[in-house]
């Protein structure tokens, strides 16, 4: 069984970093497409980052690009989102999700198969 488990996240401050975890079990023994999300009460799932396997090429959105890093480690099955420069708009909650591997960037909803609970993430001033 596919299993995603974010961590991570918290209250941090506005200007500084972050770096989520995401841990990937029951079924990693193969490549998967990965991507991060976000979402809060007042809008829709927001697409955040994506990683293409094979080949790890990654694509951010207009909103944390130039600022986040989308990573991951086969060897302990761990995808990584790091963000710097955070602002208060960044306050959601972030979930990571997996797909069947394709050798381009996902970066729709409706494209994965399996998500974590996700991770709370508050930026305050």
């Known amino acids: 069984q596919m299993q995603l488990v974010e961590s991570g996240g918290g209250v941090l401050q506005a200007g500084g970093s972050l770096r989520l975890s995401c841990a990937v079990s029951?079924?990693?023994?193969?490549?998967?497409?990965m991507g991060w999300f976000r979402q809060t009460p007042a809008q829709e799932r927001e697409f955040v980052a994506g990683?293409?396997?094979?080949?790890?090429?990654?694509f951010y959105s207009d909103s944390v690009k130039g600022r986040a890093t989308m990573s991951r480690d086969e060897a302990s099955d761990t995808v990584f989102l790091e963000m710097s420069s955070l602002k208060l708009e960044d306050t959601a909650v972030y979930s990571c999700?997996?797909?069947?591997?394709?050798?381009?960037?996902?970066?729709?909803?409706?494209?994965?198969?399996?998500w974590g609970q996700g991770t709370q993430v508050i930026v305050s001033s």
């Open positions: 029951g079924g990693f023994y193969s490549g998967y497409n």
């Open positions: 999700s997996a797909a069947l591997g394709v050798p381009r960037v996902l970066r729709f909803a409706t494209d994965y198969n399996w």
């Open positions: 990683m293409s396997w094979p080949g790890n090429t990654t």
